[in-house]
């Protein structure tokens, strides 16, 4: 991708997402040069308790975003969903980034998001071109202040330049071959339920 979307996300409900490139009708979008040039900028915004985000704007995929994964890094990719981005935006929150193919169709693309998403990860996601957390920088929400005022930065865990093949097997799949599908999200839920069990062994972290 040679152009991204930057979301500047208060701690306060009170205050609305923030795009630095909308002037008006019109946006900018940045290329990694222009990011990398606004760092400064950026930080300094993150510590005026702004989550900075980041929005690939590729002509050529999409990007499904499960957020708050119930499953590990580890686990989404023995499970072989094939991400090209994981990373962690708190000590116990995950997101996953999947790319696919822009000729598959929109519809297909947004009932696999909103079924991986209720499968495994944030039921109330909503909107296929979703901003993510920008690795780097602190995530800024209240619930993840620690006693001594400091927040957690976003880390990524993995990250690879490629396509879900799985994921996008499942948009093409017609609907008298949906145990083909099914087979993939009976899979997740075991996984989440097998995830929830071992959590509960090892009690609170």
């Known amino acids: 991708c040679d152009k991204y979307r930057i979301t500047l996300l208060s701690n306060r409900k009170e205050v609305k997402p923030f795009l630095p490139g909308k002037r008006g009708d019109e ?11 606004m760092i400064p900028y950026l930080r300094l915004k993150n510590n005026e308790g702004y989550g900075i985000s980041i929005t690939p704007m590729d002509d050529n995929a999409y990007y499904v975003l499960l957020d708050d994964a119930k499953i590990s890094p580890e686990r ?8 090209c981005l ?3 935006t708190s000590p116990n929150s995950v997101q996953a980034v999947f790319k696919l193919p822009r000729n598959l169709d929109r ?3 947004i009932k696999v998001f909103n079924r991986l998403n209720r499968t495994a990860g944030d039921p109330k996601m909503t909107g296929l071109r979703h901003p993510f957390r920008l690795a780097g920088f602190k995530n800024t929400k209240e619930k993840h202040l620690q006693p001594d ?28 071959h949906e145990e ?3 087979e993939l999200y009976e899979t997740l ?17």
Do not use: H
């Open 180 to 182: 083909v599908q099914n």
């Open 27 to 37: 946006e900018r979008f940045y290329t990694k040069r222009d990011i990398q040039n």
């Open 86 to 88: 994981i990373q962690k």
């Open 189 to 205: 839920e075991a996984a989440v339920a097998a995830e929830s069990r071992n959590n509960k062994m090892r009690g609170p972290s």
């Open 76 to 83: 989404i990719n023995e499970i072989g969903l094939e991400p």
């Open 107 to 109: 519809q297909d693309v």
């Open 149 to 176: 005022g400091k927040r957690p930065f976003v880390t990524v865990e993995f990250t690879s330049n490629r396509f879900s093949q799985t994921l996008a097997r499942q948009c093409s799949v017609a609907p008298i």
